[in-house]
């Protein structure tokens, strides 16, 4: 099956940056949509990022407007969520999750249109 596996969460300051990884395996990256999901305590998972099967389409939540960058290396095998301007807020589990496979090629901020998921790392955004 599917293998997804999140890396780069930690402790930073507000106004800190971090860059997640998302290393797959067990299939081919460009053959998926990846998404970038975060749940804070008390809250709902909710879309961060996505970055469709081709590259060619990426999607970014209302929340994180011009600070959060999704990008991808197929040599790697491998998805990244570059976030700068770190706030409080952004405190979460950072999730990655590959679509589900009847519409694979597509982006979606909907955590049940993905099939495959990660464990999650923590983000912690604090002084």
């Known amino acids: 099956q599917l293998q997804l596996v999140e890396s780069g969460g930690g402790l930073v300051q507000p106004g800190g940056s971090l860059r997640l990884s998302c290393a797959a395996s067990?299939?081919?990256?460009?053959?998926?949509?990846v998404g970038w999901f975060r749940q804070a305590p008390g809250k709902e998972r909710e879309g961060v990022s996505c970055?469709?099967?081709?590259?060619?389409?990426?999607n970014y939540a209302d929340s994180v407007p011009g600070r959060f960058t999704i990008s991808r290396d197929l040599a790697k095998n491998t998805v990244y969520l570059q976030m700068n301007s770190l706030k409080p807020e952004d405190t979460a589990i950072y999730y990655c999750?590959?679509?589900?496979?009847?519409?694979?090629?597509?982006?979606?901020?909907?955590?049940?249109?993905?099939?495959?998921w990660g464990q999650g790392t923590q983000v912690t955004v604090s002084s």
């Open positions: 970055i469709s099967s081709s590259g060619a389409s990426t």
């Open positions: 999750a590959a679509r589900l496979p009847s519409r694979r090629n597509f982006c979606s901020g909907v955590p049940q249109d993905f099939a495959f």
């Open positions: 067990r299939f081919t990256l460009g053959n998926y949509a």
